[in-house]
């Protein structure tokens, strides 16, 4: 369905526009058919306090935006008609969802704006990326309300036992995945492949690579829409990165490479070791020298950086290797039209149009930097030390982001000076609590 067609029909009714906050959470308004036709011209006001909103709307500090000099005043959100599709479930003539991002002043802490600038930057200097993403997820057959009255401990999960790809457990859940494909339809999500992963519950959907904004807008459909299907089916599923002791860590991971404005692809080299060109080694020369910096959008909760607990299946710094899962960036593929690497850093937590940004302006710079990659990880990445490091806790991430002088160049400063302010406002919070298991541990006998 197309804008266009929606305003012309006469059964139309009423149509969403949305924006993806900073968590990744989509929002916005239904709007009628009459009212949809001056803001297809002319934009729709909307407060950027939202971007301010951790994920049960907790209000968390903008500078300039809701702080003791913001007024909560409204900004221009401006439709992208291409991103028009179709929501599941709703009826015709009510069924629109157009994406749309801040224009003006709040652009520039706007996520899908972000990513917007920086692929512009991206194509003035020669380079088309193409990308597509993997989401990890745990489902239980839990409600909200029902986990909420467990205190979240010893939750059902969808699966009893581990079961990385077991048929058994895929074939069990038949209805589940016939109904997330049946919704991705409608929303135009190149649902590629779905599989159980490494946990009870756990289970991943890969999205097909695409260009522009398109795969990170559907990346975000999915996350969102994912758990809108498990809360209709009366069931719940957590992004968490790692949502207890026992799960492993959950991730997005992200693919990319690059074309030529001629459309060639710019990452192969036959004649090269892996069929890596000096541009694709450039690339990864980038993403090391510059992740880690960028840490902070990549794990942007306090749960993130439990992800990276000893024993869990994540990044064991920011190392490369050719086909080689212990490594951050791994590189796949063995042709033209294969060749990519992964950024296996993001947690699944993270936003993927500010995932998406970061990733492309570390390896882009590195290219035109000229950087060269430290060497290639040979065997268990887990077994030997990282040349170079991420953040490894938040207070580190929000100080390397806040003194990046890259993030400021590339993602902006007003970005970098809201982003961490907000996450120290989280980071804060958390402080205040008490742990369930410092009391367990320290009230009796401490």
Known sequence: MTLEDFLADPGSRFATVAMADTNGLLRG???????????????????PAQLALDPTDEMLTIPGVNDDSGDFHDDPLQLDPA?????????PGHDLLVLSNYTGASAAICPRAILKSVLARAADAGFFPK?????????FDETPESARAKGYRNLKTATPHASHDLILYQVM????????????????????????????????????AGEGVEPADQMVLLKNFVRALALRQGRSVTFMPRWNEQADSQSIHLHVSLKGADGRALFHDPAARHGMSAIFRQFIGGLQKYLGDMTL????????????????????????GYENRTT??????HDAGSLRVENRLPGADTNPYLTTA?????????????????????????????????????????????????????????????????????????????????LERFFDLG
């Open 29 to 47: 308004q239904m709007v009628s058919a009459r009212s949809l036709k001056g803001i297809a011209q002319n934009g729709m006001g909307m407060a």
């Open 83 to 91: 991103s028009a599709r179709s929501l599941p479930w709703s009826k």
């Open 131 to 139: 990308y597509g993403m993997e989401l990890e997820y745990t489902l």
């Open 173 to 208: 859940q038949t209805e589940w995945y016939e109904a997330l494909a049946a919704i991705c339809e409608p929303l135009r999500i190149d649902l590629a492949k779905m599989h159980e992963e490494i946990g009870a519950g756990f289970m991943e959907a890969c999205i097909g």
């Open 297 to 320: 959008i990549f794990q942007p909760t306090v749960n993130s950086y439990r992800r990276f607990a000893p024993g869990t299946f994540a990044p064991p710094g920011l190392t490369w």
């Open 328 to 333: 951050c960036l791994r590189v796949v593929g």
């Open 358 to 438: 970061a990733t492309l302006a570390a390896g882009v710079a590195g290219i035109l930097e000229g950087l060269e990659p430290d060497p290639e990880t040979i065997g268990s990445g887990y077994a030997q030390e990282a040349p170079r490091d991420f953040a490894r806790s938040m207070p580190e991430a929000i100080s390397r982001l806040r003194g990046s002088a890259f993030a400021a160049d590339w993602l902006g400063p007003r970005f970098v000076e809201a982003f961490t302010t907000t996450r120290e406002c989280q980071y804060d919070a958390f402080r205040r609590k008490v742990p369930d298991v410092e």
